[in-house]
T-cell receptor, first 113, second 115 residues
Framework: AQTVTQSQPEMSVQEAETVTLSCTYD???????LFWYKQPPSRQMILVIR??????QNATENRFSVNFQKAAKSFSLKISDSQLGDTAMYFC??????????FGAGTRLTVKP | NAGVMQNPRHLVRRRGQEARLRCSPM?????VYWYRQLPEEGLKFMVY????????ESGMPKERFSAEFPKEGPSILRIQQVVRGDSAAYFC?????????????FGPGTRLTVL
């Protein structure tokens, strides 16, 4: 079974600064996908970034980037130049190819003005 | 192209009643996943369906819960004899078979409240 652990229930950051959210996972699979989702108060699940395990290069999407350490089974999300609109719950998720997703418990991020 | 649609968005039921949650996948998508999110928790996988088939129901409670995805119409998640512990947000996601992996697109969720 795959498990996803987010060890930071809550974090805060000043506007325009950088913050890193941690995620570790446990799997015996060699091929899989990792995701970060944002869930604002509206509860809509918004895909922030994804990483394919067979790619060594870390994914980047504008102000969002990941640090993927496959051997350590670590997948952290870095948010640069934080904006007030980044305030939300952030979920790390694991997925085998063509399978269901397994989510962490989430990190509540607050961006302070 | 409309996204994944779920209705109702909010549903209130009394203990013992039945709840029926609907999910219309994105156009062209034939795979549907249901997830449940309890307060202050992440999403938990419940069931994975293709048209007329249940592929994986390992996350479904053994009793009172059932799901279907008929050849025509939306996918239905049915909860019989609801209890207070069923209060949660229920999310549906859909995907198709193209590409290396089935990227899942999420609906807005149905928030079920059991009184």
């Amino acid at each position: 079974a795959q498990t996803v652990t987010q060890s930071q229930p809550e974090m805060s950051v000043q506007e325009a600064e950088t913050v890193t959210l941690s995620c570790t996972y446990d799997t015996s699979e060699s091929n899989y996908y990792l995701f970060w989702y944002k869930q604002p108060p509206s509860r809509q699940m918004i895909l922030v970034i994804r990483q394919e395990a067979y790619k060594q290069q870390n994914a980047t999407e504008n102000r969002f980037s990941v640090n993927f350490q496959k051997a350590a089974k670590s997948f952290s999300l870095k948010i640069s130049d934080s904006q007030l609109g980044d305030t939300a719950m952030y979920f790390c998720a694991f997925m085998k190819p063509r399978g269901d997703m397994r989510f962490g418990a989430g990190t509540r991020l607050t961006v302070k003005p | 192209n409309a996204g994944v649609m779920q209705n109702p968005r909010h549903l209130v039921r009394r203990r013992g009643q039945e709840a029926r949650l609907r999910c219309s996948p994105m156009k062209g998508h034939s795979h549907v996943y249901w997830y449940r999110q309890l307060p202050e928790e992440g999403l938990k996988f419940m069931v994975y369906l293709q048209k007329e088939n249940i592929i994986d129901e390992s996350g479904m409670p053994k009793e009172r819960f059932s799901a279907e995805f008929p050849k025509e119409g939306p996918s239905i998640l049915r909860i019989q004899q609801v209890v207070r512990g069923d209060s949660a947000a229920y999310f549906c996601a859909s995907s198709n078979t193209s590409g290396r992996y089935n990227e899942q697109f999420f609906g807005p969720g149905t928030r079920l409240t059991v009184l």
